[in-house]
């Protein structure tokens, strides 16, 4: 299958875990895939370029250049985040404000710099990566808080872009076993074992499970599918 030939893809947070997975499906089904990523993380990736999506002068320029040097972004894939899993009292003003703003300010960013090329082509894809934490509690609040915005935020630009050909759905994933998780597992290592006896289905995700959902949110297989929050959760949200 080649369902992203000629097709320009952006993924945020593409230097590691879920990004990166998606960024090797989207490249095998032929996309150009920039990864827009912290410095570190995209070292590695031949279409990486070090962008901060909190940063809205980094953003702007790094979506200008693509679309001068490709022509046009046909799909935003808002991944980045960060989580500090830190007890509600001991959370400082700092760690709340990064947490929500590399998910949130991030993706409100990257999706007004790309949205005016997708509304003049009258065709576009935005997919956000939010979380199980973002309608049920699960902890984690300034991360948790951030995701539910974040489908708020989905459910908007679906509506509001709808008519002007752009599509914008969320994906709220379960656990995955991707480098978020190794501070908590310094700390408990057996804390994903314990964890995938929540899922119905027995285990914790892997980053393809994602990524595999992703393709299919952004590629025209879902082309009349646009505001949904689909869970990749091992069926957690069903129920345990
Ligand atoms: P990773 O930490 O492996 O990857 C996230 C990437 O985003 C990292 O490369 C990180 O860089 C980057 N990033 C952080 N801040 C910024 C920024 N300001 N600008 C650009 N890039 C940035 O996370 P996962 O792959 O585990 O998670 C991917 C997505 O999936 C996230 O949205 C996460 O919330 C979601 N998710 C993950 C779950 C899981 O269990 N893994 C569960 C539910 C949802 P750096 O390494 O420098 O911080």
Known sequence: MARFQNRVVIITGGGSGIGATM?????????SVIIFDREAAVADHPGGRVVDVTDRAAVREAVAEIEADLGRVDVLINNAAI????P??????EQWDAEVAVTLKGSFLCSQAVLPGMIARRSGSIVN????NGVQYLGNEAYSAAKSGLLSLTRSLAV?????????NA???????????????????????????????????APEDVARAALF????????????????????LAGN
């Open 23 to 31: 960024a090797e499906l989207f490249a095998a089904e032929g996309a």
């Open 83 to 86: 989580a500090a899993d830190t």
């Open 88 to 93: 509600f009292l001991e959370v400082t003003e």
């Open 129 to 132: 990566i939010g979380s199980v």
């Open 160 to 168: 509001r872009y709808g008519p002007d050909g752009v599509r914008c």
């Open 171 to 205: 994906i709220l994933p379960g656990t995955i076993r991707t480098p978020i998780w190794d501070q908590r597992l310094a700390a408990e290592p057996d804390r994903l074992e314990k964890v995938a006896r929540w899922y119905p289905l027995g285990r914790v995700g």
């Open 217 to 236: 949110l952004a590629s025209d297989d879902a082309a009349w599918i646009t505001g949904v929050a689909l869970p990749v959760d091992g069926g957690l």
